[in-house]
């Protein structure tokens, strides 16, 4: 049976779109709970709710409406749906950001692997 709070949640993903996080956090879950939403998309009473509100055969109609007759128009919405049903991943939080750091002589032989020269120093 699902919780007042994962109903709430639901309601705020169903009605309002967004993330999960967002929609736990306008339900009243604590901070804590937010930065790990599994506990919520994880849960039994949320899988449930997700059978009433989202069931896989209302999916199923609605994308062969949109490929039959208007795949542009709600494409938004199918995508929400099929992020709540688990089907695709959803994240908060954008990739890392990688830097590497060369020295001199590693810059070097980049540069001249890109140029397609030979370094005169260490090659």
Do not use: C
């Not at 899988?47 to 999916?59: A, C, F, G, T, V």
């Not at 950001?97 to 030979?118: C, P, Y």
């Amino acid at each position: 049976m699902a919780t007042e709070l994962q109903k709430r949640a639901v309601m705020n993903l169903v009605g309002n779109g967004g993330t999960v996080a967002n929609a736990m956090r306008e339900a009243g879950y604590s901070e804590n709970t937010i930065n790990t939403p599994q506990k919520l998309t994880e849960s039994v009473g949320f899988k449930e709710l997700m059978d009433i509100y989202l069931p896989e055969d209302k999916l199923l109609r609605a994308l062969e409406e949109d490929i039959d007759k208007k795949p542009q128009n709600r494409l938004g919405e199918l995508k929400l749906a099929m992020e709540l049903r688990g089907r695709t991943k959803q994240t908060d939080t954008p990739p890392p950001l990688v830097i590497n750091l060369f020295g001199d002589e590693q810059r070097r032989r980049i540069a001249a692997r890109i140029l397609g020269t030979h370094s005169s120093e260490g090659a």
